[in-house]
């Protein structure tokens, strides 16, 4: 090593430094831009926004789980930390913008299908007030997989599937007396059917007399309805006339008192007069009866007398006493 | 077996560690030399063959997950796809550089042991045993690292296309899909692991090639010991690296 002799570059060390140079510059700008791309992709290079759900349990749950909001990628599990009461802390990592989209009822679901990977779906809520930045809690809800669909499916359906089968064997082993029940069945179905029809028609009658009942249901309430009306008029006439006797009766009332006065005054005089008249009137009925006998003597005469005796009509036979007790007949003076 | 194998690894880990304490070598022109050659066989000359398998390989692997997965998942088709390249991205180019660099540095290196002493002027920079495991290990482990990232890049370029094809979707739709899939420290990783994958392979050839003294029937055999202690290497790193990465 003591005596290196002196080095002659070949005629191509040039190129050959060129070709290396380009090789090793390639391969790290190749390298960047791989590198950058994913880290661009992954968020390191972009600001981030946290908010946190408290989920039951981490199953299914790992940093770098992706987020996504209708179906774009917006972040990713950030980290993952067990609470005191044993419920998981998980804080997501995402995008400055979304998250000004995510209200105080916004809410993550875990989204597992099948073969793919596990991802948080993060539903942005409709509530008025956006999420907090000082506590930035959402909800959380985990949705079954197929195969949880499937298996609690299949948890529900297999007793009734076992008791289907159970019944399935049953009527199998009375398959003669299900027979004969459904013979019967099938004439107390025929009755039933005639039942019906008679049920059928009796409902068209009756719904025929209640159509009627009602068209005179209705004339009826017209009636009655004109009659009310014609009532209201009689009443207001009689409302007027009662306004009008309300009217007229004090001064009726004054005039028959009135009235009664001067009756009273009448009755005083006819008292008086009838008092005076007692005195005389027996005296004057006592010399009327020879006097009605005079007259009616004259009378006769001038009926005798020419020439009215032609000129008057003969006089008709007396009417005979109906009773000779009677005391009109006996007080009467006899004809003669 | 037992021991042989550990004779192996004990001789593996000292070239690197031979590689790697005898860095302070760059400063020397005429193993700054050697890493130019290194590198350009290696990495410059490597990289179209790279680039088509890369473009074949994306394209197949999209192609193979659709027939066996069926177009109707499209979700684990393309965990499964984009998983797979970006896992098999580091491990394809490794096997690259096994076929290509492993046996020509082994074989180079063992004529050198063979043919010592010659002057050559192709050889004469690498008169010194003590400068011939630095170069190669540096350069074949930084061709790799540009390789695996040449590599990857083509690869998701061409299944992108394929599966935009394929599936009839666009390609924006897939290329969001992917590098919504993928993670930020992949590519460094993948890098990182490739440097590590060519080091390996730098330093098990020379390991074999040094181990050639006088015979040259020892030759083929050292070249054979090569490749397949390389691809051993390889495949136990990237065991060692998945079980890191799930643990």
């Known amino acids: ?336 | 077996m037992f021991s042989a194998t550990t004779r192996l690894a004990l001789g593996y880990s000292s070239m690197l560690a031979h590689a790697f304490a005898r860095r302070g070598l760059l400063r020397v022109p005429q193993v700054r030399v050697a890493l130019l050659r290194q590198i350009q066989v290696t990495g410059v000359q490597a990289l179209p063959y790279v680039l088509v398998v890369a473009m074949l390989f994306g394209a197949v692997v999209v192609t193979r997950a659709l027939e066996l997965l069926g177009p109707d998942d499209d979700t684990a088709l393309k965990a499964v796809v984009w998983g797979g390249i970006r896992e098999l991205g580091p491990l394809i180019t490794a096997l690259i550089l096994i076929v290509r660099s492993s046996v020509a540095i082994a074989a180079e290196v063992a004529l050198m042991r063979l043919r010592s002493g010659i002057a050559d002027s192709h050889w004469r920079d690498i008169e010194h045993e003590e400068e011939v495991v630095l170069p190669r290990v540096l350069g074949a482990s930084l061709s790799a690292a540009a390789l695996v990232s040449c590599f990857q890049f083509v690869a998701i370029g061409s299944a992108l296309v394929a599966s935009s094809l394929t599936l009839g979707t666009a390609l924006e739709f897939e290329l969001d899909s992917f590098l919504t899939t993928a993670s930020p420290l992949q590519v460094p990783l993948s890098v990182l692991k490739g440097a590590l994958f060519g080091a390996g392979i730098g330093a098990i050839a020379c390991y074999h090639g040094l181990q050639v003294h006088s015979e040259v029937g020892a030759l083929p055999k050292a070249v054979v010991a090569a490749g397949a202690g390389s691809l051993t290497f390889v495949l136990v790193v990237d065991l060692i690296a998945i079980v890191l990465l799930i643990s």
């Open chain 1, 1 to 336: 090593m003591s005596a290196v002799p002196p080095v002659v570059e070949p005629p191509r060390a040039k190129s050959q430094r060129r070709q290396i140079a380009a090789l090793l510059i390639l391969a790290l700008l190749l390298a960047i831009t791989l590198a950058g791309g994913i880290a661009y992709q992954h968020g390191v290079l972009t600001t981030r926004s946290q908010v946190y759900f408290l989920a039951d349990d981490a199953t299914g749950l790992s940093p770098g789980t992706p987020v996504r909001m209708s179906g774009f990628r917006i972040g990713k599990i950030a980290a993952m930390h067990l609470q005191p009461d044993l419920s998981v802390k998980v804080v997501l990592a995402i995008e400055t913008e979304p998250f000004s989209h995510l209200k105080t009822d916004a809410r993550a679901e875990v989204v597992r299908e099948q073969l793919r990977p596990a991802a948080i779906d993060l539903r942005p809520g409709s509530a008025e007030q956006s999420l907090s930045e000082d506590d930035p809690h959402v909800g959380f809800r985990k949705r079954g997989t197929l195969t949880e669909i499937a298996e609690d499916l299949r948890t529900r359906l297999a007793p009734i599937l076992d008791d289907v089968k159970q019944l399935t064997g049953t009527a199998r082993a009375r398959k003669g007396d299900i027979d004969a029940m459904l013979e019967h069945a099938h004439a107390v179905t025929r009755e039933l059917a005639g039942a019906t029809q008679e049920m059928h028609a009796l409902t068209l009658d009756l719904r025929n007399r209640v159509a009627r009942l009602g068209t005179q249901g209705e004339s009826v309430l017209g009636e009655a309805n004109r009659s009310v009306v014609r009532l209201g008029n009689l009443i207001g006439q009689a409302d007027k006339s009662l306004d009008a006797v309300n009217t007229r009766l004090p001064g009726m009332l004054g005039k028959a008192d009135n009235a009664l006065t001067s009756l009273d005054a009448v009755l005083r005089d006819a008292r008086t007069i009838s008092s005076s008249a007692a005195k005389g009137v027996p005296e004057l009925m006592r010399s009327t009866a020879p006097l009605i006998d005079d007259s009616r003597e004259t009378m006769q005469g001038l009926r005798e007398s020419w020439p009215l005796r032609s000129m008057l009509p003969a006089p008709p036979p007396a009417a005979l006493p109906i009773d000779s007790h009677d005391p009109a007949a006996l007080h009467g003076s006899a004809p003669r």
